[in-house]
């Protein structure tokens, strides 16, 4: 993450503005809990549910991209997408990065988030504030379950 907001302040250098200006948020999907346990065990169950039916996932990773999912091979390797989308463009390279070896079933399986939060409040709030400032970001998105 770091080095993503590092190359979005270069960026913004090279063209006249100021890298402050420019707002980095990080999606987060935090699982909470009345209990740290609590927290951890309804993680597992939700992993577990969206790698039986990943059709969700699928749907996700489709509508960000521009990439009908539906039309590949589940089990083949990850397609080459890069290049070839008018959708999300850092959305692509991720999933094509995190997609290297994989196939796109193993890929749908993998829980979403640029970092995993799982507990009570205050445990993901601990487990956030430290590396989301020493990251760089200057908010985070979290998306609805």
Request: aromatic residues 8%.
């Amino acid at each position: 993450m770091k080095e993503y907001r590092d190359d979005i302040s270069e960026r913004a250098l090279s063209f006249g503005r100021k890298p402050s200006d420019i707002k980095v948020l990080f999606l987060i999907n935090p699982v909470f809990g009345d209990t740290d346990r609590d927290a951890k065990d309804r993680h597992e169950r939700m992993l577990a549910a969206r790698k039986a039916d990943i059709s969700e996932a699928l749907s996700g990773m489709s509508y960000g991209s521009g990439f009908d999912f539906a039309r590949y091979d589940l089990d083949g390797p990850y397609p080459d997408l890069m290049g070839k989308s008018n959708g999300h463009q850092s959305m692509v390279a991720n999933m094509t990065k995190m997609g290297e070896g994989q196939s796109l079933r193993e890929l749908a399986a993998k829980p979403r988030g640029s970092m995993e939060l799982v507990g009570t409040p205050h445990t993901v709030a601990r487990g956030w504030v430290r590396p989301w400032r020493k990251r760089g970001a200057t908010g985070s998105c979290c998306p609805c379950p």
